[in-house]
């Protein structure tokens, strides 16, 4: 965070604050008396409402379709792991379109405008 917004007392505080409370969520632990960031266990999502609805808060961040494959690995969607089939979730989904180009290369899409 410094590289980008310099060095300043703010920039430190605010990381802190952030840190912290993705600590207390239980998404990192700080170790080594703080100095160290460790990433835990992602919590799973099972549920489809909730998988179709984190698919489309992602869509709607990246801005465009994002492939099946990669939807999983998308930093936005940290520190959660969708264990449902994506594609069947946004197939099923009325605000999320499944699109194919060509055989084997699947997109979700937003029905409507981003």
């Known amino acids: 965070m410094s590289e980008i917004y310099g060095e300043r007392e703010g920039t ?3 990381t802190n604050m952030v840190l912290q409370s993705q600590a207390g ?3 990192i632990e700080r170790v080594d008396k703080g100095k ?3 990433r835990l266990v992602p919590a799973s999502i099972d549920n489809d409402e909730l998988t179709a609805w984190l698919i489309e ?3 709607r961040y990246v801005g465009k379709p994002v492939s099946v494959p ?3 690995s998308l930093p936005v969607l940290f520190p959660f792991s969708l264990t449902r089939p994506l594609a069947y979730v946004a197939s099923n989904s009325p605000s999320l379109e499944l699109r194919s180009e060509g055989p084997s290369n ?3 899409a937003l029905l409507g405008p981003i």
Do not use: H, N
């Open 12 to 14: 430190y505080r605010m």
């Open 25 to 27: 969520w239980g998404a």
């Open 36 to 38: 160290r960031v460790v």
């Open 57 to 59: 808060a992602a869509i």
């Open 70 to 72: 990669s939807l999983q």
């Open 106 to 108: 699947q997109f979700v």
